[in-house]
């Protein structure tokens, strides 16, 4: 059974950086997608980012323009989020999340920014 893992959250202070990792454990037929969510408490999961396998083509929340970076290693099937300018409103559960034959979900990473 692949598992993707997550590392790299944390407590940060506003202004600052962290870069999250999502490794998978294993092989995957059909990799299309790879992309970030997050979900702060009481709130809906929600699309951060994402990058395409086929070309790296990428897509971003309006709020985190300009200040996340969604990248992957071709060599192997790993996805990253470099996040900058983290503010307190970034504070959530983020999870990468894998679209193969089938989805895949990591076991989500906390991320706390404080003021």
């Known amino acids: 059974q692949v598992q993707l893992v997550e590392s790299g959250g944390g407590l940060v202070q506003a202004g600052g950086s962290l870069r999250l990792s999502c490794v998978a454990s294993a092989g995957m037929f059909g990799l299309n997608l790879m992309a970030w969510y997050r979900q702060a408490p009481g709130k809906q999961r929600e699309l951060v980012a994402s990058?395409?396998?086929?070309?790296?083509?990428?897509n971003y929340a309006d709020s985190v323009k300009g200040r996340f970076t969604i990248f992957r290693d071709n060599t192997k099937i790993a996805v990253y989020l470099q996040m900058n300018s983290l503010k307190p409103e970034d504070t959530a559960v983020y999870y990468c999340?894998?679209?193969?034959?089938?989805?895949?979900w990591g076991q989500g990473t906390q991320v706390t920014v404080s003021s």
């Open positions: 999340n894998i679209q193969a034959n089938r989805a895949y």
């Open positions: 990058i395409t396998t086929r070309d790296g083509s990428t």
